[in-house]
């Protein structure tokens, strides 16, 4: 059960068009590098940091650490938003990173 708390911090994680963003990629790429973010938002590694970790602390998504990078997936999404999301269109993205991929 969601408490009042969990909720507003799930409904804050989700009022951003950036964050938003991040979710909608993430349903359509199971696994997604910072560094391929850094590059869909060309931004900086700290301000992409900062967008994950509120998703993180919401229970949206999770991270792995492999080598030097940490690769980002949905971890709990309830399924009301997720067809709510797939409806909004995605343009395509790069999630390639150039910076040389370290996970075998």
Same mark, same amino acid.
């Given at each position: 059960?969601?408490?009042?708390?969990?909720?507003?911090?799930?409904?804050?994680?989700?009022?951003?068009?950036?964050?938003?963003?991040?979710?909608?990629?993430?349903?359509?790429?199971?696994?997604?590098?910072?560094?391929?973010?850094?590059?869909?938002?060309?931004? #900086?590694?700290?301000?992409?940091?900062?967008?994950?970790? =509120? @998703?993180?602390?919401?229970?949206? &998504?999770?991270? /792995?650490?492999?080598?030097?990078?940490?690769?980002? #997936?949905?971890?709990?999404?309830?399924?009301?938003?997720? =067809? @709510?999301?797939?409806?909004?269109? &995605?343009?395509? /993205?790069?999630?390639?990173?150039?910076?040389?991929?370290?996970?075998?």
């Amino acid at each position: 059960m969601m408490t009042s708390k969990r909720l507003d911090k799930f409904f804050y994680a989700l009022s951003d068009e950036t964050r938003l963003k991040i979710v909608r990629i993430l349903l359509y790429y199971p696994e997604v590098c910072v560094c391929q973010f850094q590059d869909i938002f060309n931004t #900086s590694q700290p301000k992409v940091s900062f967008h994950l970790r =509120v @998703l993180k602390e919401a229970g949206i &998504i999770k991270g /792995v650490k492999v080598g030097k990078w940490t690769y980002y #997936s949905l971890d709990r999404l309830p399924d009301c938003i997720e =067809v @709510l999301l797939r409806e909004i269109p &995605i343009e395509e /993205v790069n999630t390639s990173c150039e910076v040389g991929d370290e996970k075998s």
